[in-house]
């Protein structure tokens, strides 16, 4: 069986996204093909996400920024934004089948003392971890149940 390919969608596709990505591969990557881009890339992916995932074990140190446009060419099963104005922008990709909207606070916008923004960066993932955690669970029973 082919893995289904998933896209996660944000404005700049340097945080949550990226989060996202990292968490869903680490659970679900045997079955999903797991990518993130943006609306409008950064350009970079924000050092404090790739710290707050390596305090989890999970390395986004050789990620990029990515515009969506592309994966236009690319058949992609599932699209997830995790940000507003994504969802917004997003297109329609070849072979879509399920397109899913949970916004996360951006942690990038967090304000005050650096470990008051790291603490931002660690509530964005523990949310971002439950919810792509949970979705990782159900598209392996519902893979299970249709083998």
Known sequence: MSKKRVLILCTGNSCRSHMAEGILRAAGGDLLEVHSAGSNPAGYVHPKAIEVLKE???DLSDHTSKHMNDFLDRDIH???TVCGNADQACPV????VNRYHWGFFDPAK???SDEEIMESFRSTRDQIKLVFEAYASGFREGTASHA
């Open 93 to 96: 990709y070849p072979g879509q």
């Open 110 to 112: 967090a304000e005050g």
């Open 78 to 80: 599932t699209v997830i």
């Open 56 to 58: 989890i074990g999970i």
